[in-house]
């Protein structure tokens, strides 16, 4: 049996940036990869064969395949476990340890409970204002690419129907991902409930630009995984840390700021918890 390593957690929280780093220590994470997209010119490093699945499940179920969901739906049946299953033997044959990194895998831990209980799991958290704000900066920069192809009635429509896009994308946006921000860690939180407290870490980027070594240390002497040490700092970059917007007052519903933030203090309890140095 392969070592599994699931690296997860919400969309714009640093997962692209810290699988980049544990790719090169030495962890295969998917022979096909995602590459470069808006807000992420040094790509995505999702596992194409698990991200396209986890789409065409969606689009089963009716839902986003981006994967900004934030009400529960129908739970994986026995024929697409047995899809996620067969992508999982192929992997184990082929190596004998691995990982991959999906935030819509968020949307499935329950299935991956079953699929593969002995896996380990980092979870990337990041704070719920710069998580939401990165994600509406983002999907303005979609939506003026959007408007900027569009030429003469059509220019014009978009103009007329979609001015809000343009004008105002946290009045439109906001609310919304602060849901799926909410729905995500929520499913995190339920999933380390019912795994061994031994199988899972929590981490934040920046907590890697100092201590890279100390997760290195979990993942080879507790997890062993036969990893180098890669100096984070070597694939960390300032500048693609977007500033952080505030947004609060675009949210009506402000139960949502209380939830995200009792969310947020558990999280904050739980960073690093992952030994001493190595």
Same mark, same amino acid.
């Given at each position: 049996m392969s070592k599994i390593l699931v690296i997860a957690g919400m969309h714009r929280s640093g997962t692209s940036l810290i699988t980049r780093w544990l790719n090169c220590c030495g962890l295969f994470v998917g022979d096909r990869l995602a590459? *470069?997209?808006?807000?992420n010119t040094d790509g995505l490093f999702e596992? !194409?064969?698990?991200q396209q699945l986890h789409k065409r499940f969606l689009r089963y179920r009716n839902c986003s395949p981006i994967g900004f969901e934030f009400t529960p739906f129908a739970p994986l049946d026995d024929s697409e476990k047995q899809q996620l299953q067969h992508i999982i033997e192929r992997r184990q044959l082929a190596h004998h340890e691995w990982g991959w990194k999906d935030p819509i895998t968020c949307l499935f831990l329950d299935a991956y409970r079953e699929l593969v209980p002995a896996a380990?799991?980092?979870? =990337?958290?990041?704070?719920?204002? &710069?998580?939401?704000?990165?994600?509406v900066t983002r999907e303005h920069k979609v939506d003026m690419k959007k408007f900027q192809g569009k030429k003469g009635l059509s220019r014009i429509k978009w103009k007329l129907f979609k001015r809000k896009k343009i004008k105002n994308p946290f009045?439109?946006? @906001?609310?919304?991902?602060?849901?799926?921000?909410?729905?995500?860690?929520? #499913?995190?939180?339920?999933?380390?409930?019912?795994? *061994?407290?031994?199988?899972?870490?929590? $981490?934040?980027?920046?907590?890697?630009?100092?201590?890279?070594?100390? #997760?290195?240390?979990?993942?080879?002497?507790?997890?062993?995984? &036969?990893?180098?040490?890669? *100096?984070?700092?070597? $694939?960390?970059?300032?500048?693609?840390?977007?500033?952080? $917007? *505030?947004? !609060?007052?675009n949210i009506r519903?402000?139960?949502?700021?209380?939830? @995200?933030?009792? =969310? !947020?203090k558990r999280f904050r309890e739980m960073l690093f918890q992952i030994g001493p140095d190595a």
């Open positions: 590459g *470069p997209e808006i807000g596992d !194409e064969d698990f380990h799991y980092i979870f =990337i958290v990041r704070d719920f204002r &710069s998580a939401v704000s990165s994600l009045q439109l946006y @906001a609310e919304k991902f602060l849901k799926v921000w909410i729905h995500y860690h929520e #499913l995190i939180i339920e999933h380390v409930r019912l795994i *061994p407290e031994s199988h899972y870490v929590f $981490v934040h980027h920046s907590q890697l630009i100092q201590s890279d070594r100390k #997760l290195l240390h979990q993942l080879t002497h507790r997890w062993k995984f &036969s990893l180098h040490h890669f *100096p984070f700092s070597q $694939v960390y970059k300032q500048a693609m840390i977007s500033e952080v $917007v *505030p947004f !609060e007052k519903n402000k139960e949502l700021l209380y939830k @995200a933030e009792q =969310i !947020e």
